[in-house]
C-alpha cells in the first residue's frame, strides 16, 4: 500500500509538470517562441512558470487594431466626466 501511496504522491505531481512542460513545448513552437526555454521554465518552475509561459503567450498576440479600448474609443458616465 505503501508505494501506492508513493507512486500517488509524487507519479501524479511529476506527471502534470511533465505535461504542462510538453503543452508550452509543442505550443510555444506554434508562437514563434523559444520551444526549449519555456519548457524548461514550465518544468523547473513549478505552476508559476506554466502561466508565466501563458501569459507570455498572449501578450504576443496582442493587436491594438482589434482592441476597443487602445484608442480611448469607449464612452465616460457623465458622473466620472470630470475626474
Known amino acids: 500500500m505503501d508505494a501506492l501511496v ?3 504522491l509524487i507519479g501524479l505531481p511529476a506527471l502534470w509538470l511533465v505535461g504542462m ?3 508550452a513545448y509543442r505550443d510555444a513552437a506554434r508562437h ?3 520551444a526549449r526555454k519555456w519548457a524548461a521554465v514550465s518544468l523547473f518552475v513549478p505552476f508559476f512558470g506554466f502561466f508565466a509561459y501563458l501569459f ?3 501578450e504576443r ?3 491594438p487594431r482589434e482592441d ?3 484608442r480611448g474609443a469607449y464612452n465616460v458616465h457623465e458622473s466620472r ?3
Do not use: Q
Open 6 to 8: 508513493g507512486a500517488i
Open 21 to 23: 512542460a510538453g503543452y
Open 32 to 34: 514563434g517562441m523559444n
Open 56 to 58: 507570455e503567450r498572449d
Open 61 to 63: 498576440d496582442y493587436d
Open 68 to 70: 476597443p479600448y487602445a
Open 81 to 83: 466626466d470630470e475626474e
